[in-house]
């Protein structure tokens, strides 16, 4: 049998999850499992539920001294949370 184009298997599935319009869905799901992974354990201990809203994360943090923190600090946590599923999801995050 002759092979005329191979292609990998990964821009295959890349491809097909686009078509199917569940590449956003996908790479939402993949930036909030991995907050605890990008923000570190003593973030992850005081944080709640995590949504996104359009191109917004929402996160609830349980201390009111944490989240005056990363007020602050929320354009690098959305740079940081956007190169960690290497795609643009997000443009903001918001705590309450």
Sequence with gaps: ??????????????AWLRNEGLETPLLQHRMIQGWPEVMGAGVAQYTGEIKIHGNVLRVQ????????????????????????????????????
């Design 61 to 96: 943090i349980k201390s009111p001294a944490l989240r005056q923190n990363l007020l602050m600090m929320r354009t690098e946590i959305a740079r940081k949370m956007n190169a960690y599923v290497k795609a643009q999801i997000i443009q903001e995050v918001t705590f309450y």
């Design 1 to 14: 049998m002759e092979r005329h184009k191979s292609v990998p298997l990964n821009s295959l599935l890349d």
